[in-house]
């Protein structure tokens, strides 16, 4: 007689060809995308809190930074934990990630400008557009005032200017703003810092004197593009962007150090709102701040 046919048993996969995620046994396929579904945001939030830690690191409150940065250091630690899954000692993997991020990160709060904290601080209180409507001038103008709210006097004073039109609607990004604010910062000239050296101006902490200087000081090519931006402004052209450092020193600062404000604003439509891209207050070296134009031509 013939054999009867006897259904095959179906079996479970081997244990070896899972892969353990958690309290799980998955597929190499599934792991796979577990592991980058998971690393790929963990990694895109710590990309945008570096460029937040930059930005806080120039505000006085220094914990704030500190704390951002320790977000991004578990942001990392996440993307190498999640990419370890499946991986032969994964937790001496883990183990050594961890200890790697955390190097980096006391590395990256070491190296990163401080805060200036008892040094000097000057610090933009207002822009206000003068048009030629008033006549009190052949161009349109800005004034800007200044105040000091670090814990020293600041002594010695020298302003740098550029001015960024772009075409509406568009914005620039947060990379093209960082890249003009620091080129604005670094195209001064050694007779540039020689004359902050030698001025003795002084601006007192919360001094309650009037501290200002304009945009542009004088007659020419800014006058002229500042002057032609006010209508294309004001007609929904343009947007403006201004970029301003602030150049001053105190008594506390080493020799070759000096106290650096960089600031943003921008005008959209009109010049009655000003709206803040970006600020921060550090102190640079003479070399930084002569690093990118020997010739200290105007950026714009």
């Not at 577990?34 to 570096?50: R, T, Y």
């Not at 937790?91 to 590395?107: K, S, Y």
Request: aromatic share 10%; charged share 20%.
């Amino acid at each position: 007689m013939p054999n009867k046919m006897v259904n095959p048993e179906i079996l479970p996969p081997e244990e070896q060809s899972l892969v353990q995620v958690w309290r799980w046994h998955v597929t190499p396929r599934t792991a796979t995308l577990v592991k980058f579904g998971a690393a790929i945001p963990a990694l895109g939030g710590a990309g945008w809190l570096l460029q937040n830690f930059l930005q806080l690191r120039g505000i006085v409150n220094l914990l704030a930074s500190r704390i951002d940065l320790g977000c991004l250091a578990l942001c990392v630690f996440a993307a190498g934990y999640a990419l370890t899954i499946g991986v032969r000692r994964k937790r001496a993997w883990r183990i050594i990630i961890g200890v790697l991020v955390f190097i980096a990160a006391l590395t990256i709060d070491w190296l990163s400008p401080k805060p200036l904290i008892d040094n000097a601080r000057l610090e933009i209180d207002k822009v206000i557009t003068v048009p030629l409507s008033a006549k009190k001038s052949p161009y349109v103008f800005l004034n800007v005032t200044y105040n000091n709210l670090g814990k020293v006097v600041a002594v010695g004073f020298l302003s740098r200017a550029s001015l960024v039109p772009v075409p509406a609607p568009h914005y620039m990004t947060k990379k093209e703003i960082n890249d003009y604010r620091a080129k604005n910062s670094s195209t001064f000239t050694k007779n540039d810092l020689k004359y902050v050296l030698q001025d003795d101006k002084e601006c007192y902490p919360n001094d309650p004197k009037v501290h200002y200087f304009s945009i542009p000081e004088k007659n020419g090519d800014v006058a002229d593009i500042m002057t032609k931006e006010f209508d294309k402004v004001t007609a929904g052209n343009d947007v403006l962007y201004v970029f301003m450092t602030l150049l001053y020193r105190d008594h506390n600062m080493s020799s070759q150090v000096f106290g650096v404000t960089e600031t943003c604003v921008y005008f959209v439509n009109n010049f009655d709102t000003v709206h803040e891209c970006g600020n921060r207050s550090l102190l640079k070296s003479a070399k930084e701040l002569t690093s990118d134009d020997p010739n200290g031509e105007p950026y714009h």
